[in-house]
């Protein structure tokens, strides 16, 4: 019955990655806490990368510069 | 003042459905708890069927499968 | 499918009431977009009242003051 | 540490002004309580007018009515 | 840079279970998008029975009936 | 009409730091946006230091630790 949502940027996640994200995040909730898998939503959030800031800055920001937090993933 | 946060996944909901929605959760605050609906906010999200899982699976997936929960909404 | 989460300041709602809230968005879903009830999830949370600002004011501070927005719900 | 998400609708926000609302948030959390800024997140979350509801009304419906809260923001 | 939340019912995780969950969800994100664990963040919000519905049933409810979903995880 | 909404550990922000939260966001919305300050709601959600994670340890483990990130905000 939980509920997970993931937030990432948009940056080119393939629907496999997404789906292994899904698979990935409800067997460990079933591990972990016993969660019935059939009842377990997950929702993942892909945004923009001039929406997203971390530092103060925007990733777009961060990708443009060399070095640093550029490869900040 | 409430807010309400409404994920669906992206499957062709219509603006009038989505009015309907809003006036809906809108009505149930002021008729079960009394609140003011000027500033109730109600957001509705919509999520493609690739970022939308349930039972570890993609929505996608579900969607193209004959039969089970193939017709899951 | 779908995912409701209901923000609302704790100010006393009782089981009963959050049974109805439940119970009012849950018929909506089936009745606006012919969502399967089964697996509509709703999540209520309680927020304390000086954790929610509205007009950039507590609403703790808010419910102190006399006439006005005081009996804003 | 702190993560903060900001949802506003989608109505031409440019990217400079997205960038000051994060540099303005993560300034806020480290002058108020002392945050960490390199791991603090901005999300902003740009939603449709269609989507989104305030007074029991969607805001397209609103920015279409002359007058009283046509300029809602 | 992801942000990752999880809505579970209050129903007694223990510390190190919400570990374990903090632990496996920051790895899959490394193992599948290969995002930096550094600025994962995981954040695990527990809900009161009587504030989750599932099925237009409050889980306090779903709890106290014998047999059927009383089980619903 | 934006809505924000503020994610710390609860590690005992007070009332006066949780109103300089909400004036200057708010504040911010308005400076940035040109946004009505009377329906700009923002709710700050305070989360235990065991249900956060960061770097895929929880926080409480985190303030533990000498030197390092102990001192992580």
Redesign the interface.
């Known amino acids: 019955?939980?509920?997970?949502?993931?937030?990432?940027?948009r940056e080119g996640?393939s629907?496999e990655?997404?789906?292994?994200?899904?698979?990935?995040?409800?067997?460990?909730?079933v591990?972990?806490?016993?969660?019935?898998?059939?009842?377990?939503?997950?929702?993942?959030?892909?945004?923009d990368t001039?929406?997203?800031?971390?530092?103060?800055?925007?990733?777009?920001?961060l990708r443009g510069i060399a070095g640093g937090v550029a490869n900040?993933?």
Chains 1, 2, 3, 4, 5, 6 share one sequence.
């Open positions: 019955m939980p509920y997970v949502n993931i937030k990432i940027t996640a629907s990655q997404k789906a292994r994200l899904i698979q990935g995040v409800t067997k460990l909730l591990d972990v806490l016993g969660k019935n898998p059939k009842t377990t939503v997950v929702v993942i959030d892909e945004v001039d929406n997203w800031g971390i530092g103060g800055d925007q990733v777009t920001k900040e993933q």
